[in-house]
């Protein structure tokens, strides 16, 4: 199946306490289009300006992206800058230069139309709603957002929710949305909008998904080392969206697989600054971080049996 | 196989957000030795004042706990008070009167010499010293211990843990005895000590375990409402323990069991003020939340496809 994926596309200045890293390619679209192309093939939707390099498109279209639904608008890119504090534990936004992105308009290309397995990349929710309004039909949409539009949008931001199947989301968006702040309880503010499930990003923590039926709860790799944190949950969306076009079919098991593929582009994607971490991955390594997940959260699988019978203590 | 159960007994003032109580029992051996209970014979090494009262000692036995080694001395019993702020997250001591805490000196039983499932709970590394002193030769020796020791007590610490197989602490005082911040790398400070195990307690986000062979992770239990979070990481060591003493194996499949039961008895513990969560438990209740846990962690068993196949979206 064909995954379609809308989004912010960018120019990142990124700080970390150990590094520092100027005019890195970014943006929602990015991160998750990379991801999701492991997985399958996948087109895009997004606008730039007219500084956009030809290289920079290039390194897309090397993945596989199909980037017909990539406008370039006269204008300049639009530019992001973050700092992550001590620990990796708190981001701040140094600039945001809206410039292409503040007026964009979202035009589905006609062969993008049929697209039936669709990412609603973190962007305004009037562009959200607009590429819903070209779209065929789709099977599966999924939908990301972040505070700002919660904040400032939020009757627009209830319809593209109320038109969507599933909402990535982190913590600290699910409390705002919800007024509530014990997890359980904000969540059903989601299932309520009618979504058939809701995904928390918990950050180093992992992920959870809450459906109709349950719960399904993922831990975060450990990693020994984080190098930049960017772009984690849009990687997440990506390799769940992508894993999920790829099986062609939406049950309890896939979508708990899926969970664990966003996992593991997310947990590649802190590895490296900027795309880097996503950008030279294999599906080979890919499957290898997957057994390994499910080494350390399963009881009863074969990976979790060769992790040893013998007496340890 | 008998569980002997080491740490403090004490009465309790707590205020949540929601209520208030005072003079509640308590301490890190009650919570231990009535979640150890639910599994297996258990025996507590405890020093209360004369204060203590027939029916506080009658709580505890009727729970067939052996309280045999459980002193009483001259003067009055431990006691402390706790406040937690907005939404749990943090915990302020109100007082600590240690009363007769303060020069306790632990008498092993002849009977329990034999105990082989060993929990030395948190208090004054010298007592957990003494205590592995006048034991036999336990099969198992699992330790948990406060950031005030690490602090203040490093030395007699490192020898007990030394002397110990699986450390049960929580990421606070992981990053504070490594002094590292990524749980990854703070944990082999423990191994490097000698331990088999170190679990890490990470509160509404589950426990994680790390052996030398790898990691397992396990979800806390989504509850919709926390009402009293005192004594989880105890109640959650002392069902970790008595799973253990129940099947009488450490083997890596034992010890994952074992971090789901101790899970299971700290969600009790939260639901209740004081001890009253895991109080009215029986091993059916612990039976249901077990599946439960496998339900939302697990990907491939049984209850986990019983969380259904058809298409949800």
Chains 1, 2 share one sequence.
Not at 9 to 17: L, M, R
Not at 82 to 94: A, H, I, K, P, S
């Amino acid at each position: 199946m064909n995954a379609l994926i809308v989004g912010s596309i960018g120019i990142d200045d990124i700080e970390t306490p150990r590094e520092k890293a100027t005019g890195l390619l970014g943006g929602s679209a990015t991160y998750a289009s990379i991801s999701c192309a492991v997985h399958a093939p996948t087109r895009i939707v997004s606008v730039v300006g007219d500084d956009f390099s030809a290289d920079q498109r290039m390194l897309l279209e090397e993945r596989g992206i199909d980037a017909e639904g990539l406008e370039t608008a006269a204008g300049k890119t639009f530019r992001w800058g973050g700092r992550y504090l001590q620990n990796y534990d708190e981001r701040e936004t140094t600039f945001t230069e809206l410039n292409v992105l503040r007026s964009f308009d979202p035009k589905v290309p006609e062969s993008f139309r049929n697209s039936e397995y669709v990412l609603l990349g973190n962007t305004h929710p009037t562009v959200q709603l607009k590429v819903l309004d070209q779209l065929g039909g789709p099977e599966l949409v999924v939908i990301d957002t972040m505070n700002y539009w919660i904040n400032n949008e939020k009757q627009l931001l209830d319809e593209a929710l109320g038109r969507s199947d599933i909402a990535v989301v982190n913590e600290e968006e699910v409390r705002l949305y919800s007024g509530r702040h014990e997890i359980p309880r904000a969540t059903e503010a989601f299932l309520d909008l009618g979504l058939d499930a809701v995904i928390v990003k918990r950050g180093a923590y992992g992920a959870s998904m809450r459906t109709r039926d349950g719960w399904f709860f993922l831990p975060g790799y450990p990693l020994s080392e984080v190098r930049d944190p960017t772009g984690a949950g849009d990687s997440f969306a990506g390799g769940f969206l992508g894993y999920l076009a790829s099986e062609g079919s939406i049950t309890e098991s896939t979508l708990r697989r899926a969970v664990v593929h966003g996992s593991v582009l997310a947990s590649f994607a802190v590895q490296g600054m900027g795309i880097t971490g996503i950008l030279g991955i294999a599906r080979e390594d890919v499957m290898t971080r997957y057994r390994e997940f499910l080494r350390f959260s399963q009881m009863e699988t074969e990976v979790a049996k060769a992790a040893g019978e013998g007496a340890i203590a």
